[in-house]
């Protein structure tokens, strides 16, 4: 078994290894999500002083690509901690080309001084995935459950202004702004302070997660990048009367293929939850999407299954759940 690392700039390359990541990680997943290649490409490629990456590929021996590993090593915060997506292809399970990986991914933990490894399990609903056992066998141990969910877009226009009309008398003081792509700059620092404090509010189980360091840089950092991707962002925050922001909601529309939509983080602050802003802020952050974009896509969301508040908010915009994504860990 021969593995090799791949670089991301030499494109023959990358596309051989992110077809056999699609291959490998999407296998008997009906609603799998990867970054697509295009997007990918750009995210591996341009200079940020916020991950380091390290892609590699174990071949057969007739030289195909079995299977992947991909490290995503924060550097700003969480410096102790490896973020792992490793798979085999279908047809190349159980020969042990998995736990090659495995045993390399321990090398390049202790070359890169990383003592907290992370990955995901997709698992189907009710049932269980080879993951799980591999994971187990590697001495991981599972941190947290969470719940892929999916919703049909558009929604009617009515139903969502509807909603947004029952909730409106319990958040009358906050005032709701929304934007796309990029975040004003008087709102800037604090859109970055409330992303900072998201790995302390958001259930994380077991799972060993620093606070990330968030500051303006690092947004413009990463609208740049959505930019270069051809993504577009839509975010909705509420500002209490005081000026202080509240919280806020974003959605992500893949750019390239046109099928997919991200809910990414929401989040209110504690001192202003119980006004009904969590749902103000995703249904207003839609109708603003539905403005311009009345495509069809699929809305896709992770949540634990343990965050009843963001659970209750999903179910009344109708999600529905399609898979159970496991975030396992290993301490070295
Ligand atoms: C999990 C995965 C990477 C395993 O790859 P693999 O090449 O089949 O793994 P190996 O052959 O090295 O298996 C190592 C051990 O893992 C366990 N294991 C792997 N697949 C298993 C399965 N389907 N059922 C039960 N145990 C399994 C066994 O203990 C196995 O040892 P054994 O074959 O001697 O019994 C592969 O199934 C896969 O890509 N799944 C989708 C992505 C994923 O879940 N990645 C895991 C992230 S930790």
């Keep these: 078994m021969i593995t090799e690392r791949i670089d991301p700039t030499d494109s023959a390359a990358f596309d051989e ?6 291959e490998a990680s999407a296998a008997g997943r009906e609603f799998a999500i990867w970054w697509p290649l295009e997007e990918m490409r750009v995210a591996l490629t341009r200079r940020t002083p916020y991950f380091e990456r390290e892609l590699w590929a174990v071949r057969d021996e007739a030289g195909a ?59 189907p609903l009710g049932g269980e995935a080879p993951g799980q056992a591999f994971a187990r066998a590697r001495g991981m141990t599972m941190g947290i459950s969470d719940m892929h969910r999916v919703l049909q877009l558009p929604l009617d226009q009515g ?46 189980g077991e799972l060993e997660m620093e606070a990330e360091v968030y500051d303006a840089a690092r947004i413009r950092s ?49 001192a202003h939850r119980g006004h009904r802003l969590g749902l103000a802020l995703k249904v207003r952050n839609h109708l603003e999407l539905q403005r311009t974009n009345t495509e069809q896509l699929v809305m896709h969301t992770w949540n634990a299954e343990e965050n009843t508040a963001m659970n209750a908010v999903n179910a009344a915009l109708g999600y529905r759940a399609v898979e159970r994504t496991e975030e396992w860990q290993r301490k070295i």
């Design 222 to 270: 990463r609208e740049d990048q959505a930019r270069a991707q051809g993504r577009r962002s839509w975010v909705t925050v509420a500002i209490a009367p005081d000026g202080t922001l509240a919280g806020q909601t974003e959605l992500h529309v893949s750019g390239n293929e046109k099928v997919n939509a991200f809910q990414s983080g929401t989040l209110v602050a504690r």
């Design 65 to 123: 690509i079995a299977g992947v590993l991909y490290l995503d090593l924060p550097q700003k915060d969480n410096t102790s901690l490896v973020s792992v997506e490793l798979a085999v292809v279908p047809g190349r399970r159980r020969q042990g080309y998995g736990t090659a990986l495995a045993e390399l991914l321990d090398e390049r933990a202790a070359v890169r001084g990383r003592t907290i490894v992370h990955t995901m399990v997709h698992c």
């Design 17 to 22: 290894w992110h077809g056999a990541l699609v």
């Design 159 to 204: 139903f969502l202004e509807e909603l947004a009309a029952e909730v409106a008398g319990h958040h009358r003081d906050y005032r709701l702004v929304s934007w796309r792509d990029r975040c004003p700059d008087d709102l800037v620092d604090a859109y970055a302070a409330l992303e900072g404090t998201f790995n302390d509010e958001a259930p994380m």
